[in-house]
C-alpha cells in the first residue's frame, strides 16, 4: 500500500514540477511550485522524516511559494495569461533533466553500497528532539533567521513598488 500512494505522490510533485516549467502564466507557475513542495512533502512522511515534511511544509510550501507569489503580486506588469514567454524553451531543459536523470541513475546502480548505513539508526535526531534544540540552545540563530526572511521580504515589496527612500 505504501509503494501506491509513494507513486501517486511522486508523480503528483513531478506532474507540478512540469507545470511549473511548461506555463504560460507565471501565477500558475507559482501555485505549480507550491503543489510541487506539498508532494515532496508527503513524500518525506511516507519515509517516516516527520521533521524533513514539517520543515518542507512550512518553510517551502508556506513561505517561500507564498513570497514568490507576492514577488509576482508585485513585480507584474500587464496581462498575467501570456506573463511568461520564456518557456518557449523548455525542450534544452528537458534535455538537461534527462542527462542528469542518466547521470544519477548510473551512479546509483554502480554503487552496491549506497544504502547500508555505517552504524545502526537510533532514532535520534527525531521531530521533537530537533525542535527541542531549536527553542533551547538555538533559539536566538532560529529567530534571526526569521527575523532575516522578514526584511528580505519588507526588501523586495521596497524593489518591486519603486518606493523612493530618503537618505
Known amino acids: 500500500m505504501g509503494t501506491i500512494f509513494f507513486f501517486i505522490f511522486a508523480i503528483l510533485a513531478i506532474a507540478a514540477a512540469w507545470g511549473v ?24 512522511i511516507l519515509m517516516n522524516a516527520d521533521y524533513l515534511a514539517a520543515v518542507q511544509l512550512l518553510v517551502y510550501t508556506g513561505g517561500i511559494a507564498i513570497m514568490v507569489v507576492f514577488a509576482v503580486m508585485l513585480t507584474l506588469r500587464g496581462d498575467v495569461r501570456e506573463s511568461n514567454p ?33 552504524t545502526a539508526w537510533d532514532n535520534v535526531g527525531s521531530a521533537a528532539d530537533i525542535s527541542l534544540l531549536l527553542l533551547t540552545k538555538f533559539m536566538v540563530p532560529f529567530e534571526a533567521a526569521a527575523v532575516l526572511l522578514t526584511v528580505a521580504l519588507v526588501g523586495a515589496v521596497i524593489l518591486a513598488k519603486g518606493v523612493k527612500v530618503s537618505k
Not at 502564466?25 to 518525506?44: E, K, P, Q
Not at 554502480?110 to 555505517?118: E, G, K, Q, S
Request: no cysteine.
Open 86 to 118: 520564456e518557456n518557449k524553451v523548455w525542450g534544452w531543459g528537458a534535455i538537461v533533466a534527462t542527462f542528469m536523470f542518466i547521470m544519477i541513475a548510473t551512479v546509483i546502480l554502480t554503487n552496491a553500497d549506497w544504502r547500508i548505513l555505517p
Open 21 to 44: 516549467v511548461t506555463s504560460k502564466n507565471i501565477m500558475h507557475s507559482a501555485l505549480y511550485l507550491a503543489l510541487s513542495f506539498a508532494g515532496v512533502a508527503a513524500l518525506y
